[in-house]
Structures are given as C-alpha cells and as structure tokens.
C-alpha cells in the first residue's frame, strides 16, 4: 500500500474516532431541557385540563407525558388560589377555578421564584411549565389531586 | 322501613369516621425524597420534592403519593434514561405510592414534644408492582411541628426493573437508598 492511501486511511479513522468520542460526551454531558426556552406544545384553561384530566387521567397522561420525562410544555390560564412555599424552597403556585373539584399546581424554579412571590389570590394569569401528572380522585387521600405542572414561569405575551 | 334505618345508620356511622379521620389525618406537601445508586462505577443521586402525605395520628396511618417525573438529576441523559420504559417507566406508571401504618404507636407520643422510633409497615406500588416493605423511621415532635425521617433499602428487581446487560448493569446498584423526610403541621 502507498504511503499517501495509509496516511489517508489513518486520518479518516481517526477522524470518525473524534467524531464517535464528541458525540458521546455530547450526549453524556447534553443539559437539561430549557423548558421556559422551548415551545409551548398545548395551551388551555384550568378548567379544560382538569375536566380533561378528572374525565380520564390515563388518556391525559398518554398525551402530554413523554417517555424520556421531557414531557409536553404547556400554557395554563387561570385564577390564582394560592402561593406556598415547598421543601427545597420553590413557589407552588395553585390555580384553581372556583365549583372545580382540583386545580394546577405549577411549581417555579430558583430564577423564576420571584414571579411567584409578587402574585395575589384571585389574579388571572397564564403559566407555562412542564406537565407531570394528571389530576385524579385518590381513595387513599379521600381528596382529588391536583395536575401537577413543574419548572415554571408566568406567560407574558404582547396581545 | 328497616332497611331505610339501616342505610341512615350506615350514612350516619360513614359520615362519623370520615369525620373522625379529617380531625387527625394532617395532610401534607412539604416532603422529600433522594435515592442514591452507589457502585465502584459511581453514584447516581435524584430528588423530588413533590411528594404528597398524610399521617393520621391517632390510627397511624401513613401514605406517600410519589409523581415519577419529578425526580431530578444532575445529568440529563441519567433522567431520561430513568424515565424510559427500560427503567421505571414513568408515562406508563407517572405515581408511586406507599400506603402503611406506624407497627407501634403505642412508643410514639404525638401530644408531646421529643424524637421517637417508628416502624412503618405497608405497601409500595412502583413501576406496577405492589411489595409489602417496612420502613424504619424517626418521628420528631416540635410544638405544632411533626417531622417524619425515614431511610430505607429498595431491591430494584422486586419491582420489576431489571437491567442485565451493557454499561447500566455495573453502574447501578441493584439496591437503592432511599431517603424520605416530610413535615407535617398538626
């Protein structure tokens, strides 16, 4: 073999080896999904996605989870019920219609907190977040649960 | 007519216990749980802290409703891969829950301020698998304040998730640890 096609040889191997190794350490090391950064997948009311939710939580499961956990992004509109404080420090914020049987329970993040805290009950807003469950009557509790919505901020849009 | 008396009777005596549960079931969202997966390989670490409970003081009753997507870690590909039908499966089991009872009540005193031992038997439903476990926890009582810290083993093939070949079979420990603590205010 010439010298030139080995020296070739070598360099292509060696090329598609750094390749293979960036990739891998790509996706190895690839963050987390910036949800505030990424599209919104479905927007509704509070009312829609418990009725959806409280009618069939399977189904409402089905559409809006993901199997990766990088579930549907969502916009929710509706009234403030409450502002409360979780374990780790982040605002939960509760929207919740009044005559509906649960609400929303859309947790912020350390950067979004903030947003949370100048909220009063009773404000319409909209918030986006990450759907993780839905709501659903629970025996055990002998109380419905709310949809729970995660790594959220409030929707403000130029109308 | 007796059959009339004995519906009211029923209504009534259902509408007492439930009556009697809400006075000393404290419900609670303030709680949280990590799992670590310790091997030579490494440590795998996730947290949630969306979890839901109650504990009944007089009955003992404890229950732990767990959102799977909520578990947080540091690297993102770990998170998927945890969530995927090859692990725990989390679009198709989105919530766990424990559902148990203190073994001996009678040791621990809910009126009175200190730090009791616990022994919490019931049931764990994760990745669709029931398994009866028994947690040893600490309850601690401060003025209105109940603390419930619990540690416990959790043995990943009783619940169904297996994992036989390639890297993950090293890298994982086929027991977990997992660490519970939630505040409860009476």
Redo the contacts between chains.
Sequence with gaps: MKKKTKKKILISIGSIFIIGISIVLY???????DTQASPIDFRMTVTELVNESLENSKAT??KY???????KIIAISGSVASV?M???N?Q?VRLKEEGDDAGVKC?FMKNTNKNAVALSVGDKITIKGVY???ASY?E????Y?DV?V?ECDILRENS | MKKSILVLALTLGSAGVSFGQSETKIVSEKGHIEFLSSTSVEDIKAENSKIKSSLDISSGAVIISVPMQSYKFENAMMQKHYNSPKFLDTKQFPKSKFKGTISNLGDVDFSKDGTYKAVIKGDLTLHGVTKPVTENATITVKGSEITLDSKMKLTLADYNIVFDKGRTSNSIAKTLDVTTKIEFAK
């Design positions: 996706l190895l090391f690839a963050p987390h999904r499961n089905d989870l993901s199997e990766d956990g990088d579930s409360e979780d374990f780790v982040n939960v947790t993780r469950v839905a629970d055990d509790f002998e109380e649960e729970i995660e």
